[in-house]
């Protein structure tokens, strides 16, 4: 069964960092794109990060860009999500989703699978 | 940076068509995909690269994209279909992925 599981969610207080974990199953990992998208309680999606396939490539929003760094092991088929410097504005459902390579665009395919999602608090 | 507008709810009643806009600049020249959303659960795909659909997302779901505007219509609306849907596109420029606001179908 295809399948992504985060983990690593908690309540954190203003300031400080977290690590989360998105472990595939079911799939060649290697070979697809990753990202993090995260929703606030009653809001709307919001991407969050992107990496390649490889690795090599990445990008971010610019709400979470010098705070946030994702990465990948494709050895262990995980993807992380190192969040530091957190607000209360981080508060939110992250999710990690999987994206085919678009070899035309790469960037512009969908997320066809998503996780359950693990749930981020900053408050103090 | 790219924006999408997407109405905040939509109403139906059963059997009917439902038509859900997401718009944006030039959007027919960009990729759009759609999710649905449950409560309390995980995105689901329906439609990507603006008409094609998923194995096991039914046929009543379709979508099209041209000019400043993308429609996912719902054919013979159920029950089941009453969720939050969201457009998104990736935007080459700033090498971004962009969320509409969402929009919530209510079925009557």
């Known amino acids: 069964e295809v399948q992504l599981v985060e983990s690593g969610g908690g309540l954190v207080q203003p300031g400080g960092s977290l690590r989360l974990s998105c472990a595939a199953s079911g799939f060649t990992f290697s070979s697809y794109e990753m990202n993090w998208v995260r929703q606030a309680p009653g809001k709307g999606l919001e991407w969050v990060s992107y990496i390649s396939s490889s690795g090599s490539t990445i990008y971010y929003a610019d709400s979470v860009k010098g705070r946030f760094t994702i990465s990948r092991d494709n050895a262990k088929n995980s993807l992380y999500l190192q969040m530091n410097s957190l607000r209360a504005e981080d508060t939110a459902v992250y999710y990690c989703?999987?994206?085919?390579?678009?070899?035309?665009?790469?960037?512009?395919?969908?997320?066809?699978?998503w996780g359950q999602g693990t749930m981020v608090t900053v408050s103090s | 940076s790219y924006v999408l507008t997407q109405p905040p709810s939509v109403s139906v009643a059963p059997g009917k068509t439902a038509r859900i806009t997401c718009g944006g600049n030039?959007?027919?020249?960009?990729?759009v995909h759609w999710y649905q959303q449950k409560p309390g659960q995980a995105p689901v795909l329906v439609i990507y690269y603006d008409s094609d659909r998923p194995s096991g997302i039914p046929e009543r779901f379709s979508g099209s994209n041209s000019g400043n505007t993308a429609t996912l219509t719902i054919s013979r609306v159920e029950a089941g279909d009453e969720a939050d849907y969201y457009c998104?596109?990736?935007?080459?420029?700033?090498?971004?992925?962009?969320f509409g606001g969402g929009t919530k179908l209510t079925v009557l």
């Open positions: 989703a999987r994206a085919p390579v678009d070899t035309a665009y790469p960037g512009a395919g969908a997320f066809d699978i």
């Open positions: 998104q596109v990736w935007d080459s420029s700033s090498e971004t992925r962009v």
């Open positions: 030039n959007i027919g020249s960009k990729s």
